[in-house]
């Protein structure tokens, strides 16, 4: 067995200029998927990062890894077939809420239908960046850009309620702010065996800035936000008095030790629940906390593993197979 190198960070770091804007949150995500890629046990001629179109999908070129930069939307195509092709690859998609949620919409929903054994990392600033800030999927209802003067229209895709609907076994948000927590998620998502889908909160400084600010902003995150734990209970805010409890069917908001609450009456994290992912991707500002995390990790069947094994089924019963014979096999015509 041949001994896995240790890796340290500037391993993963390519000689490429990084070129985004200066202050631009997908500096944060770069260094914590490079200080993650040291965690993850594989040798980096083994891991492939797959992107589409967009600023974020520049990342290939400043991974030190095998890479693909494709096209508009059609990533999660690419970064299926390569799995499939060689089951043995980490493979990583990188997209915007753009590039992954517009053009590319439908590639995304069946890849994670599909359960590929595939990472993706949504970078969601709510805004058009490479194409100097039209409004996106993600863009909340009455923002002025250039593509919306008087206002947007549209209303706006919640990512957590598309990807659970697509029937994702592993949804997990985080921040660009904080860096630990980024690569502690991004090395969960590894382990994860099914399609790994992780939404990251990211800044655009240019075209959309402080869209996450609440959330982010080290002044005020931790009262606009509650960290997932599996088993333990929904506790947030400065002083960690608040939590959640449920109402009926419906999570509400309390403070510990007002009413005779205690931490035991509060709502506990449980990753495996369906019930529960449903009710946390739909907590959000300014009524609840956002929560932060792992929403959901289920076991199911896995698409690439059963097609290896189909194969090998198949071979088993029929042999090897001949594409010269398939070729000339049933009805066949010459034409002269």
């Given amino acids: 067995m041949t001994e896995m190198p240790a890796y340290k960070k500037k391993d993963f770091v390519s000689d490429q200029e990084v070129r985004w804007c200066p202050g631009c949150g997908d500096y944060a995500i770069l260094s914590s998927v490079q200080m993650a890629m040291t965690k993850i046990g594989r040798k980096k001629e083994d891991i492939c990062f797959v992107s589409g179109i967009g600023c974020s999908s520049r ?8 890479g693909m930069h494709t096209i508009h939307g059609r990533a999660p195509g690419f970064a299926s077939g390569l799995k499939c092709a060689n089951p043995d ?8 809420d753009g590039d992954g949620l517009s053009i590319g919409g439908n590639h995304l929903i069946h890849a994670i239908r599909r359960n590929m054994n595939i990472n993706i990392i949504l970078f969601n600033n709510e805004i058009y960046g490479l194409t100097k800030g039209q409004y996106s999927p993600t863009t909340k209802v009455g923002l002025v850009t250039k593509s919306s003067p008087y206002g947007s229209l549209d209303r706006a895709f919640h990512p957590a309620n598309l990807i659970l609907g697509a029937g994702s076994t592993f949804f997990a948000r985080t921040i660009d702010t904080d860096p630990k927590h980024m690569a502690e ?32 902003n080290r002044a005020t995150r931790d009262d606009h936000t509650v960290r997932l734990e599996h088993g333990k209970p929904l506790i947030f805010g400065k002083e960690k008095n608040k939590g959640i409890v449920m109402n009926g069917v419906t999570p509400e908001v309390v403070t510990l030790g007002e009413g005779g609450v205690s931490e035991d009456k509060l709502l506990v994290h449980d990753e495996k629940s369906d019930f529960l992912a449903s009710i946390l991707c739909n907590m959000k500002g300014p009524d609840y906390p956002t929560p932060l995390g792992v929403l959901r990790a289920v076991e199911d069947g896995v698409y690439d593993d059963a097609m290896t094994a189909q194969i090998d089924a198949v071979k088993e019963k029929k042999g090897p197979g001949s594409m010269d014979a398939l070729l000339n096999s049933g009805e066949t015509w010459q034409v002269k």
């Fill in 59 to 66: 990342f290939p070129y400043y991974m030190n890894t095998y």
């Fill in 89 to 96: 690859l980490e493979v990583w998609m990188i997209t915007g």
């Fill in 185 to 216: 998620t991004f090395l969960a998502a590894s382990r994860h065996q099914g399609c790994s889908f992780i939404e990251v909160f990211q800044n655009c400084i240019i075209f959309n800035d402080k869209v996450h600010d609440a959330s982010t």
